[in-house]
């Protein structure tokens, strides 16, 4: 069983910068694909990014590319989503979540994670 505690979110205005950082239990979190997702209000819970086990290949959904920044630590058994120039659009609770079967790559779909962390509201002001 693997637990992840989510850190950091608040509240920034348009422009402004956030760190997230994801930090998990167990052993084995060098071999897990990690991602962060995020849901607005009335719609459904969408991939912002993902990367794989060791930080070498990344996916960044299209409305982030260039701003947000997915990033691990193996050694502090930690995943980071570092987000600039925050748009309102940007609002969401945000979720980490860890894919237990290996893969050198990203996975981009809900389906494919097995745990979750607890959502951590962003809120960026206009």
């Known amino acids: 069983q693997v637990q992840l505690v989510q850190s950091g979110g608040g509240l920034v205005q348009s422009g402004g910068s956030l760190r997230l950082s994801c930090a998990a239990s167990g052993r084995t979190f060098s071999r897990y694909t990690m991602g962060w997702f995020r849901q607005a209000p009335g719609k459904e819970r969408d991939v912002v990014a993902a990367?794989?086990?060791?930080?070498?290949?990344?996916y960044h959904a299209d409305s982030v590319k260039g701003r947000f920044t997915i990033s691990r630590d193996n050694a502090k058994n930690t995943v980071y989503l570092q987000m600039n120039s925050l748009k309102p659009e940007d609002t969401a609770v945000y979720y980490c979540?860890?894919?237990?079967?290996?893969?050198?790559?990203?996975?981009?779909?809900?389906?494919?994670?097995?745990?979750w962390g607890q959502g951590t509201q962003v809120t960026v002001s206009s």
């Open positions: 979540a860890a894919a237990e079967t290996f893969s050198d790559y990203p996975r981009r779909l809900q389906s494919e994670y097995d745990y």
């Open positions: 990367i794989n086990w060791i930080g070498s290949h990344t």
